[in-house]
C-alpha cells in the first residue's frame, strides 16, 4: 500500500450541457488539481454521480483520470453496490484500470457481523488498498468505531473516509481503539478540516472547488504552525459551509468549477437539485468576501 496523507480532491463527473460525459472537461479538471498540488484524486464517489453513470462510463472516466495523472498522485475509486458480489466487480474493474484505491459505500441497514464480511471479502478480491465510506447520512449505515478498528486489526481495510458527525469523538475513540492501524479521512466539504487534523485525521477526501485552500491549511499543520492554519481555516469557513450546503452542494461545486473555466457545463444528471439566480449571486459575493475570485484562471493565492 502506498503512503497516502494529505488532500485527496474528489472530482465531480463533467457532463455536457445534454448530458453527456465530458471527459475534455476532466482531463482539465485533473490538470488543474494537479497544478494545484493535490496529494491524490477520488473519482466516482456520491458526488462523482456514480450512481447515475452506466458500467461504460463509469470505466471511461477512470480510464480518463488514471491517463491523465501518469502516477503523478493516487487515484482513488468510488464503489457502491447492493451487494458484495457488485461491490468486489466494481473494485476489480477499478484495479484493472489502474486505480491505486476503492473507497467503498456500506451495504444499507446491514448489521456489524455483515459489513465486517463485506469489507473483508472486497479487500480480499483486490491488491489495492480498500477504505470504509463511513457516511450514514447518504447510505443510511451507521459503522461503529469498535467495527472500523476490529477491520483494521484483522483484515486488509485499513483506511477509512470519516464524515459522521460530531466527527471529532468519533475519530478520537477510533486512534484509542486501534491507534495508527487506521488511517482517517475526514470529509464533509472541509468543513470540520481543522478539529479532524487535530484529532488525529491524515488529511481529507473532499470535493471543495477551492482545494488551495484545504492544500494551505494541511500544510501549515504538517509543519505544526497551528496558529497560523486556524487563521487560513477561519478565514474561508465561510466559503466552506456555504458551498456544502445539503441537497445543492454538487450544484455549487460544479457551478464555481465551470465559472473558474475548468469545466464547460455545471449539468447534473438527475435526480439532483440545482440551484437559482439569486444562489449564484449570494455564492459570488462570499467568494469575493474571502478574498478569492471566480473569474481569475488557474490556481489561486491563499492568504
Same mark, same amino acid.
Given at each position: 500500500?502506498?503512503?497516502i496523507a494529505g488532500v485527496i480532491a474528489i472530482c465531480p463527473t463533467p457532463f455536457t450541457p445534454q448530458g453527456e460525459v465530458d471527459l475534455d472537461s476532466l482531463a482539465?479538471?485533473?490538470?488543474?488539481?494537479?497544478?494545484?498540488?493535490?496529494h491524490g484524486l477520488a473519482i466516482l464517489g456520491f458526488l462523482g454521480e456514480l450512481h447515475k453513470l452506466t458500467s461504460f462510463e463509469?470505466?471511461?472516466?477512470?480510464?480518463?483520470v488514471v491517463a491523465r495523472t501518469r502516477g503523478a498522485v493516487p487515484v482513488w475509486v468510488g464503489v457502491r453496490a447492493f451487494g458484495t458480489a457488485g461491490a468486489i466487480e466494481q473494485s476489480r474493474s477499478a484495479e484493472s484500470l489502474g486505480a491505486d484505491g476503492v473507497f467503498v459505500a456500506p451495504l444499507a441497514g446491514a448489521c456489524d457481523a455483515a459489513l465486517f464480511d463485506y469489507y473483508q471479502q472486497i479487500a480480499e478480491s483486490v491488491a489495492i488498498p480498500v477504505a470504509i465510506h463511513d457516511f450514514p447520512d447518504s447510505f443510511g449505515t451507521t459503522i461503529a468505531p469498535e467495527l472500523i478498528a476490529r477491520l483494521a486489526q484483522q483484515t486488509a481495510v485499513r483506511v477509512v473516509k470519516l464524515e459522521e458527525p460530531p466527527v471529532g469523538p468519533k475519530i478520537s475513540r477510533i486512534r484509542e481503539l486501534a491507534g495508527d492501524?487506521? =488511517?482517517? %479521512?475526514?470529509?464533509?466539504? +472541509?468543513?470540520y478540516f481543522l478539529e479532524e487534523l487535530q484529532r488525529g485525521a491524515i488529511g481529507t477526501m473532499t470535493g471543495f472547488a477551492f482545494p488551495e485552500v484545504l492544500l494551505r491549511i494541511y500544510a501549515l499543520h504538517a509543519a505544526q504552525q497551528q496558529a497560523q492554519a486556524a487563521a487560513v481555516f477561519d478565514r474561508y469557513c465561510p466559503l466552506l459551509r456555504y458551498e456544502f450546503q445539503p441537497g445543492i452542494g454538487l450544484a455549487l461545486?460544479?457551478?464555481?468549477?465551470?465559472?473558474?473555466?475548468?469545466?464547460? =457545463?455545471? %449539468?447534473?444528471?438527475?435526480? +439532483?437539485?440545482a440551484i437559482d439566480d439569486l444562489t449564484r449571486r449570494e455564492l459570488a459575493a462570499v467568494v469575493q468576501r474571502v478574498g478569492l475570485a471566480l473569474d481569475r484562471p488557474g490556481v489561486q493565492s491563499v492568504a
Amino acid at each position: 500500500m502506498k503512503k497516502i496523507a494529505g488532500v485527496i480532491a474528489i472530482c465531480p463527473t463533467p457532463f455536457t450541457p445534454q448530458g453527456e460525459v465530458d471527459l475534455d472537461s476532466l482531463a482539465r479538471l485533473v490538470d488543474f488539481q494537479l497544478e494545484a498540488g493535490i496529494h491524490g484524486l477520488a473519482i466516482l464517489g456520491f458526488l462523482g454521480e456514480l450512481h447515475k453513470l452506466t458500467s461504460f462510463e463509469r470505466r471511461r472516466v477512470v480510464e480518463t483520470v488514471v491517463a491523465r495523472t501518469r502516477g503523478a498522485v493516487p487515484v482513488w475509486v468510488g464503489v457502491r453496490a447492493f451487494g458484495t458480489a457488485g461491490a468486489i466487480e466494481q473494485s476489480r474493474s477499478a484495479e484493472s484500470l489502474g486505480a491505486d484505491g476503492v473507497f467503498v459505500a456500506p451495504l444499507a441497514g446491514a448489521c456489524d457481523a455483515a459489513l465486517f464480511d463485506y469489507y473483508q471479502q472486497i479487500a480480499e478480491s483486490v491488491a489495492i488498498p480498500v477504505a470504509i465510506h463511513d457516511f450514514p447520512d447518504s447510505f443510511g449505515t451507521t459503522i461503529a468505531p469498535e467495527l472500523i478498528a476490529r477491520l483494521a486489526q484483522q483484515t486488509a481495510v485499513r483506511v477509512v473516509k470519516l464524515e459522521e458527525p460530531p466527527v471529532g469523538p468519533k475519530i478520537s475513540r477510533i486512534r484509542e481503539l486501534a491507534g495508527d492501524a487506521v =488511517s482517517i %479521512f475526514g470529509g464533509l466539504g +472541509g468543513v470540520y478540516f481543522l478539529e479532524e487534523l487535530q484529532r488525529g485525521a491524515i488529511g481529507t477526501m473532499t470535493g471543495f472547488a477551492f482545494p488551495e485552500v484545504l492544500l494551505r491549511i494541511y500544510a501549515l499543520h504538517a509543519a505544526q504552525q497551528q496558529a497560523q492554519a486556524a487563521a487560513v481555516f477561519d478565514r474561508y469557513c465561510p466559503l466552506l459551509r456555504y458551498e456544502f450546503q445539503p441537497g445543492i452542494g454538487l450544484a455549487l461545486r460544479k457551478h464555481v468549477y465551470m465559472q473558474r473555466k475548468i469545466i464547460a =457545463s455545471d %449539468f447534473i444528471r438527475a435526480p +439532483g437539485a440545482a440551484i437559482d439566480d439569486l444562489t449564484r449571486r449570494e455564492l459570488a459575493a462570499v467568494v469575493q468576501r474571502v478574498g478569492l475570485a471566480l473569474d481569475r484562471p488557474g490556481v489561486q493565492s491563499v492568504a
